[in-house]
Nanobody
């Protein structure tokens, strides 16, 4: 019913910037928070960032604070993840996720079956 499609992932050099996009289509909730997770080879999927429905509240993992910025344009049904000062440790498949709640909270800090997921877009940071 609800589809999330990520795009923008590619191979970049350490220190580069990159912006990922997630477009939501199909029948969805009237108001929903969104976020990003990532999964590196051999590791579990981990929280990256989240944003409330109206965009007034954001939350970030400690590993990306100051380097990544999450934003959204509800008129375009799109969520963005602007990444800068990329490190090799940022290499992972990045997944977009949505929730039926409008607000973000601690439940966003780990993957949950309550979220609806995209298929992911790979980001590789080389040095």
């Amino acid at each position: 019913q609800v589809q999330l499609v990520e795009s923008g992932g590619r191979v970049v050099q350490a220190g580069d910037s990159l912006t990922l996009s997630c477009v939501v289509s199909g029948r969805t909730f009237s108001a929903y928070a969104m976020g990003w997770f990532r999964q590196a080879p051999g590791r579990e999927r981990e929280f990256v960032a989240s944003i409330s429905w109206i965009g007034d509240t954001t939350d970030y993992a400690d590993s990306v604070k100051g380097r990544f910025t999450i934003s959204r344009d509800n008129a375009k049904n799109t969520v963005y993840l602007k990444m800068s000062s990329l490190k090799r440790e940022d290499t992972a498949v990045y997944y977009c996720a949505g929730d039926y709640e409008a607000l973000v909270g601690s439940h966003w800090h780990r993957p949950s079956s309550r979220f609806f997921w995209g298929q992911g877009t790979p980001v590789t940071v080389s040095s």
